[in-house]
C-alpha cells in the first residue's frame, strides 16, 4: 500500500510564492509517475503538472512558465514550487503516484490553495 502525504498549502498573495511538496511512502514497485492536481470550487479537478521517472515533466497552459514541478526519485518525493501566483489558482491541490507496471493508482490527501489579496 501507498500513501501520499502533501504538505506546504496556505493562503497567499497575487504574486507570491508557494512549495508543495508530497512524500510517497509504502510498496513502490518499479517506475512511477508523479503529478499534481487540483480542483477548484465547481470545477473538475484538472492535471496542472506531471513529471516522469527520468524527470521529464510537463505542464497545463494555465501554469506554464510560473509551476515547476520536481522529483527526488530516492526519496519518492515530488514538489510543486509556484510562483507568481493568481487567484484563479485557488484550488485543492492532490499528489498523485501512479505505477503503470502494476497499475496502481494513489491519491494525497488534497491541500488547500488559497491566493487572495
Known sequence: QVQLVESGGGLVQPGGSLRLSCAASGSIFGLNVMAWYRQAPGKQRELVA?????????????????????RDNAKNT?????????????????????TPITGDNYWGQGTQVTVSS
Open 50 to 70: 506531471v513529471i516522469s521517472g527520468s524527470g521529464t515533466a510537463n505542464y497545463a497552459d494555465s501554469v506554464k512558465g510560473r509551476f515547476t514541478i520536481s
Open 78 to 98: 515530488a514538489a510543486l514550487q509556484m510562483n507568481n501566483l493568481k487567484p484563479e489558482d485557488t484550488a485543492v491541490y492532490y499528489c498523485n503516484l501512479k
